[in-house]
């Protein structure tokens, strides 16, 4: 899978795909091609650093869109209407609602989301790399990219002011000429804003966990990045990081979120996901390659994962009809359609976007 580290990749790769691009005195928009959708997105700001996302669109096509991005970032969205799934673990698939959303990347992390034909997407977003940071030599407090991710990834957020951040940008009536100092000022703010909610609902939840335990906890994760195929015993793992078992388990918890059990399946199995995309594999072939000496003990952590087999979420990729959604259904459900009048016309190829 290609690994984009920023917005800006994806606002290129929408330019390979024919997107037409106009230049405007904050930034510019990107019109589909009739085709693929209706509508337009309207960036302003520098996606590199930071940038404001305004998208309305119709998609016409079913679309498939997968997403690994290296560098840290916040994305912060207020939706007001949209109908795409975005997946998750333990077989749950919700379907986004509208609201207040943000998410950090604190470290790279794969996700991929499916939007139905006639997908509706109207939302707008303040996206910030940790370019952002360095360009302004701001500093966040100590964890702090870890410290948000767990307080606001996956789950919608309720912070009025930043709702009001967010769509005083959009409406804003300043001119062009002013537009950079004003749009820094307010990004500062909602960065502001997020930090203070951060430490507000963090409490005593998440203890502090030292310097040294934190980089053991790092260096653990890029050996898992790297063998996660056939990764060390924990207590290998501890002993080549230079920290004991429970110090290793408490910090990567800390750090990822996750256990390392589970860090590693969720490796192997976005993994599955890109193999699955290669008809030509046989399951057992797959199975193979991530490391798993049973089929049926990749059948269970598929399973585990995403709710259905691999045969079925091969055919959730490449079918030109995806089911009727609802929200918060396992994906093994989304595959169940109800029978419908016989169609002769050719089904609409869906599109497989990786980001």
């Given amino acids: 899978m290609d690994r984009f580290s920023s917005p800006a990749d994806m606002l290129q790769q929408y330019e390979r795909q024919g997107w037409k691009k106009t ?70 698939a919700s379907q986004v609602d509208a609201g207040l959303f943000c998410y950090v990347n604190n470290i790279p992390k794969p996700w991929f989301n499916r939007y139905p034909a006639e997908t509706r997407q109207k939302a707008y977003s303040i996206m910030i790399t940790e370019s952002f940071f360095s360009g302004f030599r701001l500093s966040l407090p100590p964890d702090g990219w870890d410290r948000m991710a767990r307080v606001l990834n996956n789950r919608k957020t309720f912070i009025p002011a930043l709702t009001v951040v967010c769509q005083e940008i959009k409406n804003t009536a300043i001119g ?26 963090e409490g005593k939840s998440f203890p502090a966990v030292s310097e040294r335990s934190r980089a053991a906890a790092k260096d653990a994760l890029q050996i898992l990045n790297d ?46 996901l890109s193999l699955l995309e290669e008809k030509s594999l046989h399951v057992e072939k797959i199975a193979k390659t991530l490391g798993y000496q049973s089929k049926i003990n990749f059948y269970k952590a598929f399973e585990s994962t995403y709710g259905c087999k691999p045969n079925e979420i091969r055919k959730l990729l490449f079918s030109g009809k995806p089911p009727v959604v609802t929200p918060k259904a396992p994906i093994a459900q989304l595959l169940k359609t109800t029978e419908q009048p016989a169609d002769t016309s050719p089904p609409p190829k869906p599109m497989l976007l990786e980001k």
């Fill in 176 to 201: 062009d000429e002013t537009f950079a100092w004003y749009f820094r000022a307010k990004v500062t703010e909602a960065v502001g804003l997020l930090l203070d909610y951060t430490l507000k609902m």
């Fill in 227 to 272: 063998t996660y195929v056939n990764p060390p015993v924990i207590e290998v793992l501890a002993r080549s990081v230079g920290i004991d078992k429970k110090t290793l388990q408490n910090a990567f918890k800390h750090l990822v979120g996750q256990s390392v059990h589970d860090y590693v399946q969720y490796l192997r199995m976005e993994k599955a």
């Fill in 23 to 92: 230049k405007t005195g904050r930034g510019f928009t990107l019109e589909p091609p009739s085709k693929i959708a209706e509508g337009l997105i309207t960036v302003w700001g520098d996606p590199q650093s930071y940038c404001f996302f305004d998208s309305e669109l119709m998609f016409r096509l079913p679309l498939v869109e997968r997403y690994y991005y290296q560098q840290k970032g916040i994305q912060i969205s207020v939706i007001d209407d949209m109908t795409g799934i975005y997946y998750l673990n333990k077989a749950e």
